[in-house]
């Protein structure tokens, strides 16, 4: 049974008309980069909760959380309406294994986001344990607008930190920009021109490993190509493979 700590809204950062970041202070058990928890709010007497992975690392105190509003939604909504000093409630312990001890041995470390889906791997990246074992990390954020890369400058700052070691491509999938791939993920692995772009090879000789985060559909037909095309399989706890998803529950 879930175990709720009471938490304070700081700050709510709009981006968009419907992209917006929360930011609350809560005693919440300690996390590991990538995973999520979930926020909950009383509405009309019942309970309502859902699942949003950290963006902050586990490192910082201020706790943030990237989310999109559904306006017929029954929860988001009531989330962007909070103001600072709001209250609403917190699961005490993170869930999830989208996290770097569970990657296997690799070169090359894909992460690969659509939406706010980024949010895991800003989390990872911040938090750094871990990561030294890689020689190439390859962060991937596709949306629909350019407006939408609501945290561009600190990923940007991010690949400073890390100093060559850290490959940024952004994807805008409604709308040509120069310096952006247009497009869907799985089309430009299957036309390779995200490889070319990068200039690294994504295959199965154990020198790769893809992590796929965000819509549903992306997960699923980005799975099937790398299977079909690039011999590429699900890691398994107790069976290690070249992919790696998160599953919210």
């Not at 943030?64 to 209250?87: A, S």
């Not at 490889?195 to 992590?211: A, P, Q, V, Y």
Request: glycine share 6%; charged share 20%.
């Amino acid at each position: 049974m879930t175990e709720w700590v009471n938490a304070e809204v700081i700050d709510i950062i709009n981006w968009t008309d419907s992209l917006f970041s929360l930011r609350i202070n809560a005693p919440i058990a300690n996390f590991i980069a990538g995973q999520f928890t979930k926020l909950s709010l009383n509405v009309n007497g019942k309970r309502i909760s859902r699942a949003y992975s950290y963006v902050n690392a586990p490192s910082q105190k201020l706790l943030e959380f990237y989310v999109i509003n559904i306006p017929d939604g029954k929860f988001t909504p009531k989330l962007l309406k909070l103001k600072p000093e709001d209250n609403l409630m917190i699961a005490k312990e993170a869930s999830g294994f989208f996290i770097i001890k569970a990657i296997p041995k690799c070169d090359n470390l894909w992460m690969l986001a659509t939406g706010t889906a980024i949010g895991p791997y800003l989390s990872i990246l911040q938090q750094r344990d871990g990561l030294e074992r890689f020689k190439n990390i390859i962060l991937v954020h596709a949306v629909r607008y350019i407006k939408d890369l609501s945290y561009l400058l600190l990923m940007e700052e991010l690949k400073e930190i890390y100093q060559g070691k850290l490959h940024i491509q952004t994807i805008i999938s409604r709308e040509k920009k120069h310096g952006h791939l247009h497009g869907r993920i799985p089309c430009l692995i299957k036309n390779n021109l995200l490889e070319e772009t990068i200039g690294i090879s994504i295959n199965n000789d154990n020198s790769n490993h893809i992590m796929l985060c965000g819509n549903p559909q992306m997960i699923v037909d980005t799975q099937k190509l790398l299977q079909e095309s690039r011999n590429m399989y699900k890691n398994m706890r107790d069976k290690p493979g070249h992919i790696t998803t998160e599953n919210y529950w």
